[in-house]
């Protein structure tokens, strides 16, 4: 596999995911253990004072994560997160974020993922550590490639 065959397996694979496609999410690039997703920033995503929602912020680092699991082929869901916000988001300035995921270690049952948030000029927003279970194989992405 290659990383443009994985980055249009995981595509068709978010098709089918109702809260990715309802935040805007969007895989960009893809390795195998490491994935760039975006979020598009609009006025449904912010908070009273005009920023980004920090659970907006978490979907897309969580979003980020199980994607960057699927590079391995590995289905998951969260089982601990830990988000650290570094900078808000004001929506009328920027009108995107990006969030790469990184493997850190995967284990037979978990996988421990960094994922960093930054803004289209590479502004350092936020930073999440999760650890991901794995509940299920995707066959169609190899462990290794």
């Avoid at 009108?95 to 994922?115: G, L, Q, S, W, Y």
Wanted: some cysteine; hydrophobic content about 40%.
């Amino acid at each position: 596999m290659n990383p443009q065959q994985c980055l249009e397996t995981l595509r068709t694979i978010f098709k089918d995911c109702g809260f990715a496609n309802f935040c805007g999410m969007q895989i960009d690039e893809t390795e195998c253990g490491r994935a760039l997703l975006h979020m598009d920033m609009d006025s449904d995503k912010g908070n009273m004072a005009g920023y980004l929602h920090g659970g907006a912020m978490e979907a897309l680092i969580d979003n980020a994560a199980g994607a960057v699991c699927l590079t391995i082929g590995a289905h998951v869901v969260t089982l601990h997160s830990d988000v650290s916000y570094i900078k808000g988001v004001p929506l009328k300035t920027m009108p995107r974020i990006f969030a790469e995921a990184r493997i850190m270690k995967a284990t037979h049952h978990m996988i421990f993922v960094d994922v960093v948030v930054r803004s289209g000029k590479e502004e350092l927003l936020a930073r999440g550590n999760m650890v991901m279970f794995r509940n299920g194989t995707d066959t169609r992405i190899p462990e290794k490639w």
